[in-house]
C-alpha cells in the first residue's frame, strides 16, 4: 500500500471528474463555523531536521536511571530473542489475523498465550486478551454484575489506585455501587470485608501483591465472599505468580491483571496488555475473543476462534462489552518470553526478584532515619518510611542516578513519608549498595 | 412444520404448555429453523419474575442473537439444565427436550392474548407469503 499523497494533478482530475472546482466544495454541506479553519501547520522539514528534533526532545528523559520504580509496572529484563521474534512480518505486520484458512500460526500463537495464563493463574479459561490491567479489571467487575444480577463491589483499597479510577469512571454511567474497604498496616482487613460483605455484593476484587508489596493469602476471603453467592476478583502481578499461591489454588473466579511484567518494555501510554482467566462456568461472560484447538476434515489438529459472539458479529447490541479486540502482538510478547524463560525459568525469576527485594531491605535497614515495613510478607516491592517527604527524596535522588521508588503520598492520605521500592532481577547487589548509600545521604 | 395443537402460541415464536398453574415455555419449531444450529441458550434463574412480551431469555445461534419474550407472566419455578450441554435439543426437538423453563403463572387471564395451534398456523403461513 502506497502512502504518497495525492498529487496537485490527480486532485485536479478527480475534482474535474465529479463536477466542482474545489476540496472546500466538498464540505459545502457543513456550515462554515462548525468546518475546521486553518491548522496553521508549520512548512514541513527534511528527514535529517525531524530526527535532530525528536533526539533532542528525547534526551530530556532520564533514561538511564537505575530503577527502584514499581507500583504495577516493573523493569524486567527482556531477552533479544524476544524482539527478533516479534519483529518478523508474519507477526508484526498482520492485522486481524483470525482467519483459521491463513493465519494458523497466529492462532497456535494466541492459544499459546492462554493456555499460558491459565496455568499460571490456575484457572480454566482465559481470553485472547485485552488492553491493559485497569480494562481487564473492570471487565471481570461487569463480569461479575452480569452473573450475578447485583450491582455492588467491594474493593480492598490495596488495589492500585490507577485500577480503581478507571473502575469508578468507566461505570460513572452506570448504577454500580463501589464500597472501599482501607487496607490496616499494609494488609487487606477481614473486619473491614465482614462489615460490607452481604447479599447484594456482586463482587469483592483484592490485589495480590497489594499495592504496598504485601503478599497474602485471601483463601479465607473468597470463602466467605463464596457464602453470600458474590464472586471474587484477584488482581495479580504475573511473575510472582512463578513463586506464590495462583488465584485458582484461592479459589477466586476471576483473574486479571497487567502483563507488562512479561516481557513488554516499560513506557509512558504503552502498549501494554490486559490478562484475564476464569472459572469455566464464566466463559459466557468474558469479553473479547477466545481461540480454541480443533480439528479440520481431516482429522488434523487446527486452531479457530471458538468464541467471538460477544462482539459485533453475533451479539451486536447484546454483546457483554465493547472490547472487540485483544493486544495481540503484547500477548504474543507475553507468550514468547514465558516459552523462554520456562516453568523453572519462571520459578527462579521470581526467587530472584524476591531475594533481591529480601537484600535490599537488609541494606537499607542499616540506613539511620529509615525504617522498613516488615508487617508483612512481600515479594519484589516494600515500603519504606522516610524521616522527610517521599517526594523530596525521590528528586534528590534523580540527582544521584536513582529513580527511588514511588511516593505513596500521591496514592494515599498521609502516607508522605512513605516509599515504595520495587527491585526485581536487574537491580545487582552493587547498584543495591549504591543506592542505600546515597540515601543515607540524602536523607 | 411442526405445530402441536396442545399449546398456546406469540407472535414472536414462544409457545407455552400450560398444567395446571404451572407453564412450559419454548420456541417454536419455525423459530428454531429461521436461527439455524444453536449454540448457546441464556436462561432466566429459578425466582425471577418473567413479564408477558418482556425479555426472558436469549438465544444465541450461528447467525444470530435472539430476545426470548415470556408467553405469559410468572415465576420461573424451574429452568431446562440440559440446554447448557445440549443446545441442539431446541434444533432436535423444539417442543419437548428443547423446552425453556416453567414458570408459575401469576395472571392467567393472560392466555386470552395468546394463539391457539390453528391462529399460529395461520399466522406462520401469512410470514412464508
Not at chain 1, 500463537?109 to 480454566?124: F, R, S, V
Not at chain 1, 490478562?275 to 479457530?304: C, H, N, S, W, Y
Not at chain 2, 402441536?4 to 423459530?31: M, S
Not at chain 2, 426437538?93 to 416453567?102: A, E, H, L, N, R
Request: hydrophobic share 40%.
Amino acid at each position: 500500500m502506497s502512502y504518497v499523497p495525492h498529487t496537485q494533478e490527480e486532485i485536479k482530475a478527480m475534482l474535474k471528474t465529479i463536477g466542482i472546482s474545489s476540496v472546500e466544495d466538498l464540505f459545502g454541506d457543513i456550515p462554515r463555523g462548525l468546518r475546521a479553519g486553518s491548522f496553521d501547520l508549520p512548512t514541513g522539514s527534511s528527514e535529517f531536521e525531524v530526527t535532530r528534533r525528536l533526539k533532542k526532545l528525547a534526551a530530556k528523559n532520564a533514561t538511564g536511571l537505575v530503577n527502584f520504580v514499581g507500583g504495577g509496572f516493573y523493569d524486567h529484563f527482556i531477552p533479544a530473542a524476544l524482539d527478533a521474534l516479534v519483529s518478523r512480518s508474519e507477526f508484526y505486520t498482520a492485522y486481524t489475523p483470525y482467519q483459521p484458512e491463513c493465519s494458523q500460526g497466529w492462532l497456535q500463537a494466541i492459544y499459546e498465550y492462554q493456555t499460558i495464563i491459565c496455568e499460571l493463574t490456575g484457572l480454566d479459561v482465559s481470553n485472547a486478551s485485552l488492553y491493559d490491567g485497569g480494562t481487564a479489571l473492570y471487565e471481570a467487575a461487569m463480569m461479575a454484575v452480569r452473573h450475578t444480577g447485583r450491582n455492588k463491589i467491594i474493593v480492598d483499597s490495596g488495589v492500585n489506585l490507577i485500577y480503581r479510577t478507571m473502575l469508578y469512571s468507566y461505570t460513572s454511567n452506570l448504577s454500580v455501587e463501589f464500597v472501599e474497604i482501607p487496607v490496616v498496616h499494609g494488609q487487606s482487613s477481614r473486619d473491614g470485608l465482614a462489615k460490607h460483605l452481604d447479599d447484594k455484593t456482586a463482587a469483592v476484587i483484592m490485589q495480590n501483591p497489594n499495592f504496598f508489596g504485601a503478599v497474602d493469602d485471601h483463601t479465607d476471603v473468597v470463602e466467605r465472599v463464596h457464602k453470600f453467592g458474590a464472586l471474587a476478583i484477584a488482581s495479580v502481578y504475573p511473575v510472582s505468580l512463578g513463586m506464590l499461591k495462583s488465584p485458582g489454588e484461592m479459589g477466586f473466579d476471576i483473574a486479571t491483571g497487567e502483563g507488562q511484567s512479561l516481557g513488554i518494555p516499560l513506557s509512558f501510554g504503552g502498549p501494554y496488555l490486559g490478562f484475564m482467566a476464569a472459572r469455566q462456568e464464566l466463559v459466557r461472560q468474558m469479553p473479547g475473543r477466545i481461540v480454541g484447538a480443533t480439528v479440520d476434515m481431516d482429522g488434523k489438529r487446527g486452531f479457530v476462534l471458538t468464541l467471538q459472539t460477544r462482539e459485533q458479529h453475533i451479539r451486536r447490541e447484546k454483546a457483554t462489552s465493547n472490547i472487540c479486540s485483544n493486544e495481540a502482538l503484547c500477548a504474543l510478547r507475553a507468550a514468547i518470553f514465558v516459552a523462554l524463560v520456562g516453568r523453572e525459568g519462571l520459578k527462579e525469576l521470581a526467587e530472584n526478584n524476591y531475594r533481591n527485594a529480601e537484600f535490599a531491605k537488609d541494606t537499607l535497614a542499616k540506613v539511620s532515619g529509615l525504617e522498613v515495613k516488615r508487617s508483612s510478607p512481600t515479594f519484589n516491592e516494600f515500603t519504606v518510611l522516610l524521616p522527610k517527604p517521599a517526594n523530596e527524596v525521590v528528586y534528590r535522588m534523580i540527582e544521584k542516578g536513582f529513580a527511588a521508588g514511588f511516593p505513596l503520598g500521591k496514592f494515599y492520605k498521609g502516607m508522605d513519608n512513605y516509599l515504595l521500592v520495587a527491585v526485581t532481577e536487574k537491580r545487582t547487589k552493587e547498584e543495591i549498595r549504591k543506592f542505600s548509600d546515597s540515601l543515607e545521604a540524602v536523607l | 412444520m411442526d405445530i402441536p395443537k396442545d399449546r398456546l402460541y406469540t407472535k414472536e415464536h414462544e409457545w407455552a404448555r400450560i398444567e395446571g398453574n404451572t407453564a412450559y415455555v419454548g420456541i417454536t419449531d419455525y423459530a428454531q429453523a429461521s436461527l439455524g444450529d444453536i449454540t448457546f441458550i441464556g436462561l432466566p434463574k429459578v425466582g425471577d419474575d418473567v413479564k408477558q412480551a418482556e425479555f426472558s431469555a436469549t438465544v444465541e445461534s450461528v447467525k444470530a442473537a435472539s430476545d426470548v419474550y415470556a408467553p405469559l407472566s410468572g415465576k420461573v419455578t424451574a429452568i431446562n439444565k440440559e440446554l447448557a450441554a445440549h443446545p441442539e435439543f431446541v434444533n432436535k426437538s423444539p417442543y419437548d427436550k428443547g423446552y425453556f423453563f416453567t414458570i408459575e403463572i401469576s395472571a392467567s387471564g393472560e392466555k386470552a392474548s395468546l394463539m391457539d395451534e390453528a391462529a399460529y398456523k395461520s399466522y406462520v403461513e401469512g410470514l412464508s407469503k
